[in-house]
């Protein structure tokens, strides 16, 4: 049952993130083409997640009541659509359309909360960061085909990388359907016996400070990571004079790195280190990689930028899912898994109007100065989580406390 789960989240995670990878390296391109500016790039990719940070932490409790698979159903319906709406408006030059796209995909963008709650259904232990870790993986290897998959397809006809993102999320949501369990309700092996129910309110469960610290870094990494979507692509070309083709391989590498990380890596650290020791690791090589990149004036640089950021992603996303899951309790790992999304929700959805004014005003080295400073505030939360190292929440243990 569990490597089933695992290998249909994976195929899940991999196809839906192929069609993100397609579309949104190129979007700064699509903007321009219609008459937009930086700071409208920003606007649209800040109206995805403002729609996302909303939806999420609702999805979640959805999936906690009524089931992963309906949920991750649901998010794959709402996906297609956008792209169809995507293609549409780029047929048409409509920016209104596009925004309109980008806010339905933002609605309905609850499947990696839901896919994360599957694995911690599913997991424990040990093996829980290396599920996590499985998802990475997905998303990772998603990324280095889909900015590549765009560049290629982008020659053809601007509706082509949309259509072909749609297209890829249509066969994620019939896989789905026909082959993914239902995994809300399982009960582990070490669950076996009597099982005292979480009696913490979502309030109480959410206010954990391991959760909180959390969402903290959740904020902070997405942060970074939306300085890499809306500036990377207007740096590359302002400095580099790079197009379409070079800004999906830089991306690839970007996706590559995060791979790596995600495919093993995370589980052989996972057993030797501390989660909080991870996440120091983590953070110190995204702030690295946002400092080479501001400062990059020549490819080698740039790309060791790139590689460093990469790498730090790979290791922070799946160990902050860890540890939000095993402070969750049973019973709330989607709504706590939607809770600490909506933190990356909340970056994402200032962080992209943020990047592009300063890219705007102060430059395009600007947005991943601001990137860096954000690792460092990161690696502080990091570095007070390892003083802390509270344990996971044990509901036979609070119950006789």
């Avoid at 999420?56 to 169809?84: C, E, F, H, Q």
């Avoid at 209104?96 to 309905?108: E, N």
């Avoid at 995994?183 to 076996?192: H, K, V, Y």
């Avoid at 400095?239 to 890596?265: D, S």
């Amino acid at each position: 049952m569990k490597s089933r789960v695992l290998l249909f989240v994976f195929l899940t995670v991999f196809l839906d993130m192929i069609g993100f990878g397609i579309v949104i390296p190129l979007l700064p391109f699509y903007v321009r083409s219609m008459g937009g500016s930086a700071e409208t790039v920003g606007l649209i990719l800040g109206s995805f997640s403002l729609m996302q940070m909303i939806a999420t932490p609702i999805l979640g409790r959805l999936s906690d009541r009524y089931g992963r698979r309906r949920v991750i159903l649901l998010s794959l319906v709402g996906n297609a659509s956008s792209m169809l709406l995507f293609a549409f408006a780029a047929e048409h030059s409509l920016l209104g359309w596009l925004f309109a796209s980008r806010i339905l995909a933002g609605a309905t963008a609850g499947n990696l909360a839901a896919c994360q709650a599957a694995v911690a259904d599913v997991t424990d232990g040990p093996t829980r960061a290396a599920g996590m870790g499985r998802i990475g993986a997905g998303i990772g290897l998603g990324l280095v085909i889909g900015p590549v998959l765009g560049s290629v397809l982008s020659p053809i006809h601007p509706i082509a990388p949309p259509l072909a993102a749609g297209a890829l999320v249509l066969l994620d949501l019939v896989g789905v359907a026909l082959f993914m369990p239902e995994t809300r309700g399982i009960a582990l092996p070490e669950d076996a016996g009597v099982v005292v129910p979480d009696t913490r309110t979502l309030a109480q469960a959410i206010a954990d400070p391991s959760i909180l610290s959390v969402m903290a870094m959740y904020f902070l990494t997405f942060l970074c990571m939306t300085s890499v979507q809306v500036a990377l692509p207007l740096l590359v070309n302002a400095r580099l004079g790079w197009g379409a083709r070079e800004v999906g391989q830089v991306f690839g590498l970007y996706g590559l790195m995060a791979l790596i990380v995600q495919g093993g890596l995370i589980g052989r650290l996972s057993r030797r280190f501390t989660t909080a020791h991870v996440l120091v690791m983590g953070a110190v090589s995204v702030g690295l990689g946002m400092a080479a990149i501001s400062d990059a004036q020549a490819p080698a640089l740039l790309l060791l930028g790139v590689a460093l950021a990469g790498f730090g992603v790979g290791l922070t996303n799946p160990t902050l899912a860890t540890l939000a899951s095993q402070h969750a309790g049973r019973g709330r790992q989607g709504v706590i898994l939607g809770v600490a999304q909506s933190s990356g929700g909340a970056a994402r959805t200032v962080g992209p109007v943020w990047s592009g004014m300063l890219f705007t005003r102060l430059g395009p080295g600007a947005p991943f100065v601001g990137g860096a400073l954000a690792a460092s505030l990161s690696l502080a939360v990091a570095i007070a989580l390892q003083r802390r190292a509270s344990p996971p929440y044990d509901g036979a243990r609070a119950a006789v406390s």
